[in-house]
T-cell receptor, first 115, second 113 residues
Framework: NAGVMQNPRHLVRRRGQEARLRCSPM?????VYWYRQLPEEGLKFMVY????????ESGMPKERFSAEFPKEGPSILRIQQVVRGDSAAYFC?????????????FGSGTRLTVV | KQEVTQIPAALSVPEGENLVLNCSFT??????LQWFRQDPGKGLTSLLL?????REQTSGRLNASLDKSSGRSTLYIAASQPGDSATYLC????????????FGKGTRLHILP
């Protein structure tokens, strides 16, 4: 079990470019959550997805940000026309379809730097 | 709206001391509470998970307690070591099935050799 896999680990983009962050959940997990951690800040919820569905996107900025979790393949967090304020660590977590007694398992994150 | 607060924000203690990190939450309707560790520039490592029906969980030198009615959890670290230096994050999962976990801002712990 490879755990939650995020790639790339580090991503540098110039202002105005697009950033695509990928998250492959643990095997058997169908729920994915994206969090953002700004420097010296706590982790802030962005979006919660199940396969082919966005369940809660209340933490997503209204513009330039989008997320998907297709039937096949990883979940993608997409940031269009990046600005310096988007520089942060983006973490993905996954959980199984029924809550059971499980906590969240997090990936190692993608550190986005906008120059 | 659930809010999670961690006190202190930063803590420095000499090696070998026992210490307690605090976490409080405003809504006692939680499903579970999880303590994580984060090293600088790294991801989150789950340390302990306490279900709402449990009072405490132990792993090695770590012990986490939960008092749901008062909205509090503590993480006790025994015989601290320099390798324990990290940020410790508390996160609560609401009872609502579709709700996301809410994090505190963390406590930055520095163990002095």
């Amino acid at each position: 079990n490879a755990g939650v896999m995020q790639n790339p680990r580090h991503l540098v983009r110039r202002r105005g470019q697009e950033a695509r962050l990928r998250c492959s959940p643990m095997k058997g997990h169908s729920h994915v959550y994206w969090y953002r951690q700004l420097p010296e800040e706590g982790l802030k919820f962005m979006v919660y997805l199940q396969k082919e569905n966005i369940i809660d996107e209340s933490g997503m900025p209204k513009e330039r940000f989008s997320a998907e979790f297709p039937k096949e393949g990883p979940s993608i967090l997409r940031i269009q026309q990046v600005v310096r304020g988007d520089s942060a660590a983006y973490f993905c977590a996954s959980s199984p379809p029924d809550r059971g007694d499980y906590g969240y398992t997090f990936g190692s994150g993608t550190r986005l730097t906008v120059v | 709206k659930q809010e999670v607060t961690q006190i202190p924000a930063a803590l420095s203690v000499p090696e070998g001391e026992n210490l307690v990190l605090n976490c409080s939450f405003t809504d006692s309707a939680i499903y579970n509470l999880q303590w994580f560790r984060q090293d600088p520039g790294k991801g989150l490592t789950s340390l302990l998970l306490i279900q709402s029906s449990q009072r405490e969980q132990t792993s090695g030198r770590l012990n986490a307690s939960l008092d749901k009615s008062s909205g509090r959890s503590t993480l006790y670290i025994a015989a601290s070591q320099p390798g324990d230096s990290a940020t410790y994050l508390c996160a609560v999962r609401p009872m609502n099935r579709d709700d996301k976990i809410i994090f505190g801002k963390g406590t930055r712990l520095h163990i002095l050799p």
